[in-house]
Nanobody, 138 residues
Framework: VQLQASGGGLVQPGGSLRLSCAAS????????IGWFRQAPGKERDVVIC?????????????GLGDSVKGRFTISRDNAKNTVYLQMNELLPEDTADYYC???????????????????????????WGQGTEVTVSS
């Protein structure tokens, strides 16, 4: 079971990036997927997630959710077993290492996610990809 995140890089403020999270060893569409980020010296936070049952998008209930709504979108390509994070109107404060993580759709946590319409915390995720670095700077 492996997740491979890619697509990070250096982008100017206001620019866009698309991150990819490719899975091997399991089928992503059975899983809830979250994108997380961690800036230097800070904790890892959830950015956005997608339900494993019906594909709904959820955001964290923290201020970070309000910051990324309308700028970040998450999507699946089941044929490619890949989940994407499209990031538009990037801000310097979006600079961080970005991680994707998966949680079985059968888990109680994933079911709670669907009921509460909120992303799981990092500790609830089962599988993690390595980070991909995003730097937003002029």
């Amino acid at each position: 079971v492996q997740l491979q995140a890619s697509g990070g890089g250096l982008v100017q403020p206001g620019g866009s990036l698309r991150l990819s999270c490719a899975a091997s060893g399991f089928t992503l569409d059975d899983y809830a997927i979250g994108w997380f980020r961690q800036a230097p010296g800070k904790e890892r936070d959830v950015v956005i997630c997608i339900s494993g049952s019906d594909g709904r998008t959820f955001y964290p209930r923290s201020g970070l959710g309000d910051s990324v709504k309308g700028r970040f979108t998450i999507s699946r390509d089941n044929a490619k077993n890949t989940v994407y994070l499209q990031m538009n109107e990037l801000l310097p404060e979006d600079t961080a290492d970005y991680y994707c993580a998966a949680l079985s759709g059968d888990s109680s946590t994933a079911q709670a996610m669907d009921i509460m319409e909120a992303c799981p915390v990092p500790g609830a995720m089962e599988y993690w990809g390595q980070g991909t670095e995003v730097t937003v700077s002029s």
